[in-house]
Each structure stands twice: as C-alpha cells, then as structure tokens.
C-alpha cells in the first residue's frame, strides 16, 4: 500500500482522521475500507479508490509452522518475498529491500535473479502489515524486522530509512528501533548514515571471510568496499553508537571455513571491542554452486574464535524446505 497516498488521500480531512485511518489500517488490521465504518460512506469509497488495502501474496508454511514465506504481488507485476519466523516469544520478519538484487554474492540465489528494482517505502511497509495480518488470527503481532531478505537495503536508503521511521510510530506499528535490524554486505555510506540516525537501529555485517582476496571471489563488492575501509566505518559507528554489532559469516565449505580463515578473522576483528561484537556463524543453505560446511567444521571454526574470548552464535536453520532460509530467496513462483 502506499502510505503516502494515505495522507494526501485525507490531508483535506481533521488531522484526527488520518489517526483513525492509520490505527484502522496498522493497529486493527482492515483489510477493506467498508470496515472502517468511523468514515463517511463518501470517504470509504475514496479511500477504496485512492489506497486500495488489498495485498495479493501467495503462502508457503513450512511443514513444523515455523517459517512462512510470502510471495506479494506488486502494482507493475513484479514479485517480492518475505519471511516470518515464528519464535516462542517473538515473531520476526526478514524484510526485502529490493526485487532482485545487483550485487551478486556467488552463494546467494537473490544475487542470481539480477536485479529488477528497489522496493518505495510502502512495499516494505506492506510486507510487514501482510504478516500482521496473517497473525492476527493468532492473537499475536509481528515484534521485530531484519532487513536480510531480497537487495542490499543501504543501495536504497530513502526507502529503508523512510520505512524503519514508519515501523517505529506508535500510531503505525511501533516497533521499537532496537527490535530492528539492517544488514549490509558493507556500503560505508549506509553505515554512516545509520551512525547519524536518531534511531537505535541495529547494524550487522554481511562479512562472509576475513581476506580481500577469498571475499571478493564470493562478494563482488568487496573490491569497491574493501574489509578494511568496512570496518573502519563499523569502528566509527560502534565509537558513537555503543551498539552491538553483528558480523555474520556463512560457512561455505573449502572457501571460507578453514581454521586459518578463522584466524585471520580473529586478527580482522583486533582492533574493535570484544563487548561491542558478535559472530554469527550460519550453515551455508545450497542454493546449488557451493556446499555447507560440515558440523565438525563449524565447530572448530566457532573454538578458534571463543578461545580468543570472541563471542559466537550459530544461526538456527529456518524455511530450508520451502527455500525461505538465507541466501535462497529467489522468485519461483512454482514452488
Ligand atoms: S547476499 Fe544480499 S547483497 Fe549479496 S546478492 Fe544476495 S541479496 Fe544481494
């Protein structure tokens, strides 16, 4: 939905009416306006007409109900995936920024699409109210965002940022700042923007190796923003924010797993402060070019840094059968 319409839609109204409209839309979950019955007949039909509510998606539950995968339609055709993970005291949704993506990671099926466009702010919006309405049954909410889904969000600022503002209002969906997550393969001018911003948004690192040499045969973009201008702007975000951050690293079996790969990253990450950061080492999930590291290795990999007093978290393995899970976002509509 466009969420700009909506206030140009009422902005002749009372500035109470755009309230109502908004706890209508984000707090009560309508999803037609003829249920919005505070408005004039008139206005319904106006706003039918101007902001239309509905969202056409397709769904795919994953067999233990834990991970959901929306497929959402778009005005001009295109399609966008996001992805609920249900915890046991949280729902969390990994966001798109982008409908493909122009950065072509080798292990990431969304780098693989290409690129298609980057999402307005109200297609990220939309992603978010789809889920809250698909809980509502449930008596629950959608509590917290990662924007680790389709497209690199710091190549689409505006929108990300114009988004995080909106998720964050009480009278949208007041999710907190600290409930939500960007993260980035390392575009430094996201990075000190999101330095810069009022918001206590979360920063993680798409960091995937601990060489120039072995990250940009896997990340294209590290050869324009190399590991060490990346963490001299995590640096400088960690010195003025005091706000964890996370590096996440997926285990791709012979590329990046070695022991001498783990440490080279305990020497990348010497210069910041151990409270200040954590690795987050994820199974690599087939997307059909690499293979997973195996357990044994993970685990060898995950010592070497824990000896050094580094702190370690393994990402839990959600939506691989119905290729929800990190890097396998990729439109197919036949799944
Ligand atoms: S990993 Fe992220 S940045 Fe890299 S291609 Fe996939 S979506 Fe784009």
Known sequence: MDIKQ?????NREPSFRLKQAQKAVFQDLIDDWGRATVFSLALREK????????????LFVAADQKTVKSLIGLADGLKVEAVLMRYPKRNTVCVSSMVGCPLNCEFCATGKMGFKRNLSDGEIVEQVLFFNRY???SGQRVNSLVFMGMGEPFLNCDSVFSAVEFFNRPESFNIGAR???ISTVGIIEGIKKLTQSSLPVNLAISLHAADDETRSKIMPINRRYPLREVLEAVEEYLQKTRRKVMFEY???????DSLNQAQ???RLLSGLRKSLYLVN???YNPTGIFKPSSSEQIQGFKKVLEKQGIEVTERYRFGRQIQAACGQLAIDDEE
Not at 6 to 10: D, M
Not at 250 to 256: A, T, V, Y
């Open 6 to 10: 909506l206030e140009k839609t009422l």
């Open 264 to 266: 080279k990253l305990v």
């Open 281 to 283: 080492l994820i199974a």
């Open 179 to 181: 409930h939500i997550s």
């Open 250 to 256: 997926i285990m791709i079996r012979g590329i990046n």
């Open 47 to 58: 706003l039918k007409r101007e902001v239309p509510l509905e969202i056409a998606a397709k």
């Open 135 to 137: 809980l509502k049954k």
